[in-house]
């Protein structure tokens, strides 16, 4: 059966070491979402790097940290940013849309509606929606802030079945009694347990951490969406995932 499949791609799964873009990671990942578009799936990519591929653009070392040095990050980079997406869906054919959202245009109903329609259209067009939060834009009231949010609500926004969220860690881990950290399969309620052991992972790439990924889990869970958390460097993880394979760690939701 066809599906709606959100894959978000976060900057660490986007970044070298050098802190440079991995286009060899971009294109794996776009080779297996085309698969899926071939497959007649509907797929909308929620995507971070646009700061990391505008710093990069300005040679700075560091990521930037004020405010507008991030929004000039992002400006730069967002566009060099599509740029490759765009090459890489070319190679398979596929047409894609550059999709730039702030909270202020979810919150409201009829740009919520607009929003919507225009994405199911994209959809439709068997188009991929690109999407990343419109950063230049986007001051502390308007800001979703992290893309792992913007892709829940995103998921909840088209009415999806599925939401992968590509990341550096290769799921949701909690530790045993031991302190060993294992690998949790699969999450079918988000406790106190799991917020605790959720609030003690960080990432250096991105914004989020694991923290951010449990809320994006909760706003599915409510909105009746799988939400799927993987390492997103394993070759095959999207068609594992979409096939119903067990791979990272599975978050069902509410019955
Ligand atoms: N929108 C930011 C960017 O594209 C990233 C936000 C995040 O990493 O969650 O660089």
């Known amino acids: 059966m066809a599906k709606t499949i959100i894959i978000k791609i976060g900057s660490s799964t986007l970044t070298t070491t050098h802190g440079t873009l991995d ?21 909308v990519i929620v995507t ?17 940290q004020s405010i507008p ?22 190679e398979h054919g596929i047409t894609v849309a550059q999709v730039l959202l702030t909270r202020d245009a979810l919150a409201d109903r009829r740009r919520h509606q607009n929003a919507r329609n225009c994405l199911h259209t ?6 991929v929606p690109i999407i990343n939060e419109n950063d230049t834009v986007a001051v502390d009231e308007i800001r979703i802030g992290d893309n792992d949010t913007l892709a829940a609500l995103t998921a909840r926004l088209v009415g999806a079945d599925l939401l992968i969220i590509l990341s ?12 060993v950290p294992f690998l949790v399969p699969e999450v ?3 406790d106190r347990a799991i917020k605790k052991a959720a609030g003690q992972a960080v990432s250096d790439q991105g914004t989020g951490g694991m923290l951010t990924k449990i809320q994006a ?13 993987a390492g997103g460097r394993k070759p095959g993880v999207i068609t594992a995932i979409a096939g119903g394979k067990k791979f990272g760690t599975l978050f069902r939701p509410k019955a």
């Not at 994209?122 to 188009?127: A, M, N, Q, S």
């Open 217 to 229: 889990a909760q706003i599915c869970s409510r909105a009746g969406i799988t939400m799927a958390i």
């Open 168 to 179: 550096d860690v290769d799921g949701f881990f909690m530790k045993d009694k031991q302190g």
């Open 69 to 90: 040095q991030k929004q000039a990050a992002a400006a730069i980079g967002q566009s060099r940013l599509m740029r490759q997406y765009e090459k890489a869906f070319e």
């Open 122 to 127: 994209l959809l439709d067009e068997k188009v």
């Open 23 to 43: 286009h060899a990671n971009l294109h794996r990942i776009v080779a297996e979402a085309a698969r899926l578009v071939k497959a007649r799936h509907k797929v």
């Open 48 to 64: 971070s790097g646009a700061i990391v591929t505008g710093a990069q653009a300005l040679g700075l070392k560091a990521k930037p």
């Open 188 to 190: 079918k309620k988000i």
